[in-house]
């Protein structure tokens, strides 16, 4: 069994052109859709959490459980990549629970190790 969302533009379009005229859909799942991502809004900042849902239509519009609003941070630089990879060294954030997030235009696993070092600041 092949998965579909896991094939390239281009190795779509091979398998169309064997089998004929057909159409290939996705099953629409988000590669976000379960993990533990930073995730940046365009006007309610920056959110931690489980995602738990992302709007298949336009995936701006997400649902993390087990949250965190990350309302400062030092370490890592101004690179949110950096935050949620490599964590904090200092900073203010607080837990939200769950929250509906609207408007996200960019979202970031993070790993143990940026986890951790969130723990000791959440107020």
């Given at each position: 069994?092949?998965?579909?969302?896991?094939?390239?533009?281009?190795?779509?379009?091979?398998?169309?052109?064997?089998?004929?005229?057909?159409?290939?859909?996705?099953?629409?799942?988000n590669p976000m859709l379960g993990k533990r991502c930073l995730c940046r809004t365009y006007s309610a900042g920056v959110?931690?959490?489980?995602?738990?849902?992302?709007?298949?239509?336009?995936?701006?519009?997400?649902?993390?459980?087990?949250?965190?609003?990350?309302?400062?941070?030092?370490?890592?630089?101004?690179?949110?990549?950096?935050?949620?990879?490599?964590?904090?060294?200092?900073?203010?954030?607080?837990?939200?629970?769950?929250?509906?997030?609207?408007?996200?235009?960019?979202?970031?696993?993070?790993?143990?190790?940026?986890?951790?070092?969130?723990?000791?600041?959440?107020?």
């Amino acid at each position: 069994m092949i998965n579909i969302d896991e094939l390239t533009l281009g190795q779509l379009k091979e398998i169309k052109e064997m089998v004929g005229n057909c159409e290939v859909k996705s099953s629409g799942r988000n590669p976000m859709l379960g993990k533990r991502c930073l995730c940046r809004t365009y006007s309610a900042g920056v959110h931690i959490g489980d995602v738990v849902y992302i709007n298949p239509e336009n995936s701006m519009e997400v649902k993390l459980e087990n949250a965190l609003r990350l309302w400062k941070w030092e370490g890592g630089g101004l690179s949110l990549s950096a935050v949620a990879n490599e964590g904090i060294k200092g900073g203010r954030l607080n837990k939200t629970g769950e929250v509906y997030l609207t408007n996200v235009i960019e979202m970031i696993p993070t790993t143990k190790e940026a986890e951790k070092s969130y723990e000791k600041y959440i107020e």
